[in-house]
């Protein structure tokens, strides 16, 4: 077997069971982070060497820097593949492709799962459904798309990840105020319609531009009610013979199709409309999901995104056939909040159908299996009315995210 090398980007503190399963898959693990993180608990036993870089700032002399230092430490070490574990790493992990010729998702790709004005382009020009938008490059387009759609509207960066940074506005006046108020910023932000509804996301491994699997979850409280409402977070997974499901899954083959996608893992967004019934794209993105949806997908599926992702990656290099493993259909749900308590004690929940428990300070949460979809929906709302009473904290959405 033979042995190749991966330069693993992670800016933030995750991907642990990535990083073991390459390892394990007989592959020289090089992991490219930031100098705050290096005493985070990392699976040091999978990683050949570390590469730090100093600080969060993207900027082009960073980013050039970063590339120097690659290319230096090039001389002595072979890189093969290069992967990126984050959303704030796809950028990152593209260039660095296209710098040393690395097969792998170019920039003009990465675009599409990083840049949300870019995903709406892509979308809209494919024929897929997605909410009314404008960039804000030009003043009096802005003004004739505030006139020609309804209030409210979000301002949203292009290139963060979750809810951060997004302001929703009511009036032609104040969406302006907000406008103004982003400066030189502001081309690095769109303003999109806001229409409510339900809300899903589909978390996906695909091979050679092929899903090999998919599962839908619907979110019932969205990261944007909880980062800006200061809610709890929920989200199940959908009855698997749905129509529901069998249109979510359709999307999703048709969003990645247009999107270019080949070979990743990836979690994608959609909103079916309260006004008319009919889904919209939302967001995509070539990455396993953040808020511990793998674990929940794995609680489901027995899929572990983040490993199988790792084997996939190792296989497809070397031109070796992958196997997905045999996928279980289970019900699950998922509850997270933030706790006014630093380790919070959930000794008091005892219910069998818990699978799995949050251990992180100041949080609080569970993913919960069953049989029946019922079920897992009647414990977490018991469970979310229990961590309102006894352990719920919230905290402002910040403008940018933090490690």
């Known amino acids: 077997m033979s042995q190749l090398s991966f330069l693993c980007i992670s800016t933030y503190f995750k991907g642990e069971a990535f990083l073991k399963a390459c390892k394990e898959a007989g592959n020289t693990v090089y992991l490219l982070t930031y100098e705050k993180l290096a005493d985070q608990p990392w699976p040091r036993e999978a990683v050949d060497e570390f590469f730090y870089l100093p600080s969060q700032d993207n900027s082009t002399q960073n980013l050039d820097n970063m590339i120097k230092g690659l290319a230096h430490t090039m001389r002595s070490r072979k890189i093969d593949r290069v992967v990126a574990l984050d959303d704030f790493d796809v950028e990152k992990a593209a260039l660095v492709r296209e710098t040393f010729r690395i097969p792998g998702m170019g920039q003009t790709t990465a675009r599409f799962f990083r840049d949300k004005l870019a995903m709406r382009m892509r979308a809209a020009a494919d024929g897929i459904r997605v909410p009314a938008f404008s960039s804000?490059?030009?003043?009096?387009?802005?003004?004739?798309?505030?006139?020609?759609?309804?209030?409210?509207?979000?301002?949203?960066?292009?290139?963060?990840?979750?809810?951060?940074?997004?302001?929703?506005?009511?009036?032609?006046?104040?969406?302006?105020?907000?406008?103004?108020?982003?400066?030189?910023?502001?081309?690095?932000?769109l303003i999109e319609q806001f229409k409510p509804g339900r809300v899903f996301h589909v978390d996906s491994l695909s091979q050679d531009g092929q899903i090999l699997f998919s599962r839908a979850s619907q979110?019932?409280?969205?990261?944007?009610?909880?980062?800006?409402?200061?809610?709890?977070?929920?989200?199940?997974?959908?009855?698997?013979?749905?129509?529901?499901?069998?249109?979510?899954?359709?999307?999703?083959?048709?969003?990645?199709?247009?999107?270019?996608?080949?070979?990743?893992?990836?979690?994608?967004?959609?909103?079916?409309?309260?006004?008319?019934?009919?889904?919209?794209?939302?967001?995509?993105?070539?990455?396993?999901?953040?808020?511990?949806?793998?674990?929940?997908?794995?609680?489901?599926?027995?899929?572990?995104?983040?490993?199988?992702?790792?084997?996939?990656?190792?296989?497809?290099?070397?031109?070796?056939?992958?196997?997905?493993?045999?996928?279980?259909?289970?019900?699950?749900?998922?509850?997270?909040?933030?706790?006014?308590?630093?380790w919070p004690n959930t000794d008091g929940f005892t219910d069998e159908e818990i699978a799995w428990r949050m251990s992180k300070e100041y949080h609080v949460g569970f993913i919960v299996k069953a049989p029946e979809r019922e079920r897992v929906l009647q414990l977490l709302d018991a469970y979310m009315n229990r961590i309102y009473q006894e352990y719920h904290a919230s905290a402002p959405v910040p403008d940018r995210p933090t490690n």
């Open 219 to 342: 979110y019932l409280a969205t990261p944007m009610d909880v980062a800006h409402g200061g809610g709890v977070f929920r989200t199940a997974v959908l009855p698997f013979d749905s129509d529901e499901v069998q249109s979510l899954h359709q999307l999703n083959e048709t969003v990645l199709k247009a999107f270019r996608m080949q070979s990743s893992a990836s979690h994608s967004e959609y909103i079916r409309g309260d006004h008319d019934g009919e889904y919209y794209f939302l967001e995509t993105s070539s990455r396993v999901g953040g808020a511990n949806i793998a674990e929940l997908v794995e609680v489901s599926s027995g899929v572990n995104l983040w490993r199988e992702w790792a084997k996939l990656e190792s296989a497809i290099a070397r031109n070796e056939p992958y196997q997905l493993p045999e996928v279980q259909n289970h019900y699950a749900g998922l509850i997270i909040s933030l706790a006014r308590q630093q």
């Open 136 to 189: 804000l490059f030009h003043n009096e387009s802005i003004t004739e798309f505030l006139r020609s759609t309804e209030a409210p509207w979000l301002i949203k960066p292009r290139s963060e990840a979750s809810a951060t940074g997004i302001k929703k506005v009511h009036s032609l006046d104040e969406a302006w105020q907000v406008i103004h108020s982003l400066g030189d910023n502001r081309h690095q932000f």
